[in-house]
């Protein structure tokens, strides 16, 4: 099934959990009711916006992450759940043990297919599209030449304008894309979860000061669904992050992907992602079965 992903930002809520479904009220009148089990990921952006200690406890039982925003309206932290998995003891070991060389060639992997998917979002006859897919050919174990760095510097004049430079706190439409990174930086987290991995050991990133080092891993591959979204609404003039764009970018999670061989939407997609970097881990499988479009 499909998991839902809810959005609070309409106006001040109270969010309190009945029955086993999570209900909204506004001036106490009742607005909407969603069973638990259907939720995936819940963002409250709304600084009105209130909850019973329930709402966290039940949520996170049900295997949903829980997003809460900051005065940007930008995602600024989750909570997570960690008690999904019989095995996570053994998987986190896995994880652990994991030599550097096998990270290595997954991070290459994971940098070979990002740049790859850059070049997907540059129309077929633009000169930047075939430099990128030469660039991605030439990715060396652990990016030790950096060529995402030198994919970069290539893409975003490509798919921007040379006037734009991609920076969090630059002007729009990197607004855009901060919401639509986080979002599903937010669902990798959650999959790792429930695949009984530690997201904060990563393959490449390592940061103390950062505990979804491996979601941020993840996501890189995912970074140019979001980009792709972003310049269609930067093309029709919508950088407002509002009701309606942050609709665009949250419907990504629903978007249709195919991950070793099997097609659904992203939010499964991202599982089966998770479980087969388990695997690898394990030792079962060389290389992570990454989304397609």
Known sequence: MIKRTIEISGGPTFLSIELDQLVLRRQGTEIGRVPCEDIGLLIAENHSTTFTQAVFTRLLEAGAAVVLCGPDHLPAGMFL???????????MAAQAACPLPRRKRLWRQIIRHKIAAQAANLPADHPARQALMDLAGRVRSGDRENAEG??????????????????????????????GYTVLRAAVARALCAAGLQPALGLHHRHRANPFCLADDL???????????????????????????????????????????????????????????????????????????
């Open 81 to 91: 759940p960690f008690a999904g998995n019989s095995l996570i003891a053994q998987r």
């Open 219 to 293: 996501l890189e591959v995912l970074r140019p669904m979001v980009d792709g979204a972003v310049v269609e609404l930067y093309r029709a003039d919508r950088l407002v992050l509002d009701r309606d764009t942050k609709a665009v970018l949250l419907g990504l999670l629903t978007r249709t992907v195919t991950v070793g061989g099997q097609a659904g939407p992203l939010m499964v997609g991202l599982h089966r992602m998770a479980a087969s970097l388990v695997r690898v881990y394990q030792g079962a499988q060389e290389r992570l079965d990454l989304p397609e479009l």
């Open 150 to 179: 030198q994919a970069a510097r290539i893409y975003w004049p490509a798919l921007l304008g040379q006037d734009f430079r991609r920076d969090p706190d630059g002007l729009p439409p990197n607004n855009l894309l901060n919401y």
